[in-house]
């Protein structure tokens, strides 16, 4: 209703801040170390040998969207405004994750991450709740997770976000994966992909695996071209 994308677009703007020098950003090395560095490190972050940054942390609100991709991410809403269950598959700082609690705090969220150290690392750096009631921080690879169904179904929102180096990491981008992401999915519910657009990323054949499997019912959300990031919504 128009009521209601008003209401998520107001919510958008205000969770929408530039970073501050001091703020924090998470990123992975090639050495798979996970070095904090402050967001005016952050401009120049073509310095150090990394993969990519993981999170972005404002300071003053730990719940602000501060990457691009980030917002694409969550205008998903739009398609499902008040979800009751969320699956989250890639944790990284969790700001997504933190968003969405506190965007529609009824909703029960499960984040599932490989990387056990980014689990340790989100709450001491990027306030990420420790025992929240209405969130799961689940340590596992997430095609084994929804594979191998140990989860409850019935999720309206799927987010994925998991890469390693070379793009999509490979547990998330095969035809299986993608059919228990969609029995996994309420009717209605909705599955948002995070994709890499550079040369050599698979992007079209990822968003066309993605299309086949949800029989053409599906979206892309195109970024600026300084993005390399864009995404399919399912």
């Known amino acids: 209703s128009c009521s209601e994308e008003t209401d998520l677009r107001q919510l958008l703007t205000r969770f929408i801040k530039r970073a501050r020098p001091d703020d924090q950003a998470l990123m992975e090395q090639d050495d798979g170390r996970y070095p904090a560095h402050t967001a005016d490190q952050l401009c120049n ?3 150090y040998p990394c ?5 972005l942390y404002i300071a003053e609100d730990p719940s602000v969207l501060a990457m691009h991709y980030m917002r694409g991410m969550m205008s998903a809403l739009i398609f499902n405004r008040w979800p009751k269950k969320a699956l989250f598959i890639g944790l990284g700082g969790g700001t997504v994750v933190k968003f969405l609690m506190r965007a529609c705090p009824d909703c029960r969220v499960d984040a599932v991450e490989i990387r056990g150290q980014v689990i340790r690392l989100a709450p001491d ?7 929240h009631p209405g969130a799961r921080i689940i340590h596992s690879d997430g095609g084994e997770f929804l594979l191998g169904r140990r989860h ?3 999720y309206d ?6 890469f390693d180096e070379d793009g999509p990491a490979a547990a998330v981008t095969s035809r299986d994966f993608l059919l228990a992401c969609r029995r996994a999915l ?3 519910g909705v599955l948002t992909f995070d994709l890499w657009t550079h040369p050599d990323s698979g992007y ?3 968003r066309d695996l993605i299309g086949s499997v949800f029989e053409g019912v599906f979206l ?3 970024q600026e071209d300084t993005e390399d990031n864009d995404l399919v919504f399912a």
Do not use: M, Q, S, W
């Open 45 to 47: 972050h073509h310095l």
């Open 51 to 55: 993969i990519g940054v993981l999170a």
């Open 125 to 131: 750096y990027f306030a990420l709740p420790r025992n």
């Open 152 to 154: 409850e179904a019935g």
């Open 157 to 162: 929102h799927i987010f994925i976000d998991a």
């Open 186 to 188: 309420t009717e209605g």
């Open 204 to 206: 079209e054949r990822y």
């Open 220 to 222: 892309e959300l195109v």
